[in-house]
């Protein structure tokens, strides 16, 4: 099992930059993508961006250029650097990890609690 806690969300104006991170613990072996999705009122939970464990980075079109994903492996932390935050960005961000397949077709398995985004313009 692998357990993943999330922190950094919070409220922020327009233009303003957040940086939420992702620690995990217990089979981190097992893991071979990370990454965030998030998920509005009202709208389905979509792809935010991932980080792969040879490196490997991609971005939802909606942050591509706004974001940047990292990772401390000494940590088994990632990190997602969003920028020039605007209202659409609010949202629930919820941290997944798991195998590529797995992770990619939004099924985890394994996922984070959740930490809130809101951006007020």
């Known amino acids: 099992q692998v357990q993943l806690v999330e922190s950094g969300g919070g409220l922020v104006q327009a233009g303003g930059s957040l940086r939420l991170s992702c620690a995990a613990s217990g089979r981190t072996d097992t893991i071979s993508a990370m990454g965030w999705f998030r998920q509005a009122p009202g709208k389905e939970r979509e792809f935010v961006a991932t980080i792969w464990k040879e490196g490997n980075t991609w971005y939802a079109d909606a942050v591509k250029g706004r974001s940047t994903i990292t990772r401390d492996d000494a940590k088994n932390t990632v990190y997602l650097q969003m920028n020039s935050l605007i209202p659409e960005d609010t949202a629930v961000y919820y941290c997944?990890?798991?195998?590529?397949?797995?992770?990619?077709?939004?099924?985890?398995?394994?996922w984070g609690q959740g930490t809130q985004v809101t951006v007020s313009s």
């Open positions: 997944s990890a798991g195998p590529k397949v797995a992770f990619a077709a939004g099924k985890g398995p394994y």
